[in-house]
């Protein structure tokens, strides 16, 4: 969860992680080179994407071990497990999504020392 620009600055403070109400902050920018980790009012919006994506591979994944490890498998059965396994991966997929769709938009350029600052 490093600067997609630089690879040295956080995009995250550290000791949020699983903090319930801070999970979500984040650096307005990155400490090392300056690029803003917001480029547009919104931008994130499409980080729901990613994370719709992931959690649809967690939900295939649940069903996929539940079918094997388990004879009858009932909905309340899968319902709990998904949402007990999604809740507690949920700052996981969270931060993994935004740093997923801002690595799309923000190109490596070099070290931090290399690099002109924004």
Same mark, same amino acid.
């Given at each position: *969860?490093?600067?997609?620009?630089?690879?040295?600055? @956080?995009? =995250?403070? #550290?000791?949020?992680?699983?903090?319930?109400?801070?999970?979500?902050? *984040?650096?307005? &920018?990155?400490?090392?080179?300056? %690029? $803003?980790?917001?480029?547009?009012?919104?931008?994130?919006?499409? &980080?729901?994407? /990613?994370?719709?994506?992931?959690? $649809? &591979?967690? =939900?295939?994944?649940?069903?996929?071990?539940?079918?094997?490890?388990? @004879?009858?498998? $009932?909905? $309340?059965?899968?319902?709990?497990?998904?949402? /007990?396994?999604?809740?507690?991966?949920? #700052?996981?997929? =969270?931060?993994?999504?935004?740093?997923?769709?801002?690595?799309?938009?923000?190109?490596?350029?070099? #070290?931090?020392? %290399?690099?002109?600052?924004?």
């Amino acid at each position: *969860m490093k600067c997609p620009r630089c690879n040295e600055g @956080d995009l =995250f403070p #550290p000791g949020t992680f699983y903090s319930p109400s801070r999970f979500s902050e *984040m650096y307005s &920018a990155c400490p090392c080179c300056g %690029q $803003t980790y917001e480029p547009e009012p919104g931008f994130y919006y499409g &980080a729901m994407y /990613v994370s719709f994506a992931i959690s $649809t &591979a967690i =939900f295939l994944g649940v069903l996929f071990v539940l079918y094997f490890l388990v @004879d009858e498998i $009932t909905f $309340t059965m899968v319902l709990t497990s998904i949402l /007990v396994i999604v809740i507690g991966l949920l #700052p996981v997929t =969270f931060r993994l999504s935004r740093s997923m769709w801002l690595n799309i938009f923000v190109h490596y350029e070099g #070290p931090c020392n %290399q690099i002109r600052k924004k």
